[in-house]
């Protein structure tokens, strides 16, 4: 392919449509995937809903309002064709719309977000600088261990590591959580 031929309208008419096509089939899958997790996933949404203690007609009747009665590939338009107009649902733990709860957590995660990228890229430019120019020497080792460290610790226990130095012995910073509750 010359270069010519990349800048022609109809080259990039015609990636563009072959992009656009990747994208689509790529959400479909993930959209059939995420379907068919919710409904391998052990916890019965219907029980979920009413609560251990419903009897079996109200548990009849949210059953039917599911259209958990219906075939899966029926239950997969409805779902389809719900996301499709913007409505999420309800989530089966807080019985809220999750959209309502996406919109509650979305401050919080992008203050994360944030802060994640200005901590590394605060310290990961650096560092790589450091090591980059002392390149076999004992910087480097150690900018490369730490690095490694890093990447192979589980997340979680970074947190609670974290929270127990800086919060407990140090009380540097506040507790868990975004909103002090005291």
Do not use: C
Not at 57 to 69: A, E, I, K, N
Not at 81 to 99: E, K, M, Q, W, Y
């Amino acid at each position: 392919m010359k270069v010519s031929d990349w800048f022609a309208p109809h080259g990039v008419a015609r990636r563009l449509s072959k992009r656009l096509l990747q994208v689509a089939v790529t959400l479909l899958g993930l959209l059939i995937l995420t379907f068919i997790i919710g409904r391998v996933m052990p916890i019965d949404p219907v029980l979920a809903i009413v609560g251990q203690d419903a009897d079996q007609s109200t548990y009849q009747q949210v059953y039917l309002q599911l259209g958990l009665d219906k075939p899966l590939w029926t239950q997969f338009f409805i779902y389809f064709n719900s996301l499709i107009h913007g409505d999420l649902g309800n989530a089966l733990l807080t019985g809220r719309p999750v959209v309502d709860d996406i919109i509650r957590v979305f401050p919080a995660t992008i203050e994360l977000a944030t802060m994640a990228i200005l901590v590394g890229a605060g310290l990961g430019i650096p560092l790589g600088v450091m090591a980059a120019a002392r390149r076999g020497k004992f910087a480097d080792y150690v900018v490369r261990f730490i690095s490694l460290a890093g990447y192979s610790t589980p997340i979680f226990w970074v947190g609670m590591m974290g929270l127990l130095v800086f919060y407990a012995w140090l009380n540097w910073v506040g507790g868990a959580g975004r909103v002090d509750m005291a």
